[in-house]
């Protein structure tokens, strides 16, 4: 994981770019109708009436971040911060598989991930806010039975 120092810059520039890159990934999350947690269950649903709509969404996000990434991890540093903040861990242990089925299974219980959920407030249903709620507590709930080193 990585973290920022406390030297970090935090200006309203980087907050106004925070902004529009989450309205903007809204935006595309609600245009691809990836909000619909039918759309996640369909995807899912590999035996029955499969919808590959998912898959299109992924690749293409992955797609743009292959071909920009190549050109922006070219600079010394971003343009409104001092250094990237890239991982630096590549090992896959326990925690972390343990991590991905439980996001795994919550994703296709509920249909949500979070960026969705949170877009999906805007529809004004109840069940991103019940998921959004959910996860909170499962949040919680890990940093309660797992505190931090002690320094």
Do not use: H
């Not at 296709?108 to 805007?122: F, Q, R, T, V």
């Not at 991103?128 to 499962?138: C, D, H, N, R, S």
Request: aromatic share 10%; charged share 10%; net charge positive.
């Amino acid at each position: 994981m990585t973290t920022r120092s406390a030297s970090s810059p935090n200006t309203l520039a980087q907050n106004l770019v925070a902004l529009a890159a989450g309205l903007l990934f809204g935006l595309g999350l609600g245009c691809s109708q990836m909000i619909d947690p039918q759309r996640v269950i369909g995807f899912l649903d590999l035996f029955g009436t499969w919808d590959p709509t998912l898959a299109f969404v992924m690749g293409g996000a992955v797609l743009v971040t292959l071909i920009s990434f190549r050109f922006i991890l070219r600079r010394s540093a971003p343009l409104l911060d001092r250094n990237f903040f890239v991982p630096t861990r590549n090992d896959i242990d326990r925690p972390l598989v343990l991590g991905a089925a439980l996001f795994g299974i919550g994703w296709g219980l509920g249909g949500y991930c979070p960026g969705p959920a949170i877009a999906a407030l805007g529809l004004g249903s109840a069940n991103p806010l019940l998921f959004l709620a959910a996860m909170l507590a499962g949040s919680l709930a890990y940093k309660a039975l797992n505190p931090p080193p002690q320094a």
